[in-house]
């Protein structure tokens, strides 16, 4: 009779995300935004932009790079804060034209609504 045991490596989960996974930035909810529900996108030098469905100057949102560092630690810079009036609560990600230009939507806000202005 030939008897296999498999020995397999139990892992709490945090261990394993652990060893996979980091952060980069913890955002505060603040000034520097909060929420990041949408997904990164990722430029030429390694830059990554993103958007924050809370918090900045108006409390509805931002948009932000995170800026690699030597040693492994990124810097975030807010690039822009939604105000209602060129925007609010941005759910989507952002994308880049050939130009280089970021591009994205919000959920309210922004000079039209459905084609027709809210001014």
């Known amino acids: 009779m030939l008897v296999v045991i498999i020995v ?6 945090g261990a394993w995300a652990q060893s996979k996974y980091r ?3 913890a955002f505060t909810g603040g000034m520097d935004g909060g929420s990041p529900v949408a997904s990164l996108i990722l430029d030429q030098a390694g830059n990554l932009y993103g958007t924050t469905v809370v918090g900045g100057a108006h409390s509805v ?4 790079e995170l800026t690699p560092k030597a ?3 990124w810097t975030k810079k807010v690039l822009l804060n939604f105000n ?3 925007g609010a609560l941005p759910l989507g ?3 880049f034209d ?3 230009n970021l591009y994205g939507t919000t959920y ?3 000079p039209t609504t459905l084609g027709r202005s809210t001014s």
């Open 8 to 13: 397999i490596p139990v892992l709490s989960p």
């Open 23 to 25: 952060t980069l930035y």
């Open 61 to 64: 949102g931002t948009v932000f």
């Open 71 to 73: 040693g492994g630690s």
């Open 84 to 86: 209602f009036k060129n």
């Open 93 to 95: 990600g952002l994308i």
């Open 98 to 100: 050939a130009s280089g």
């Open 108 to 110: 309210r806000g922004g």
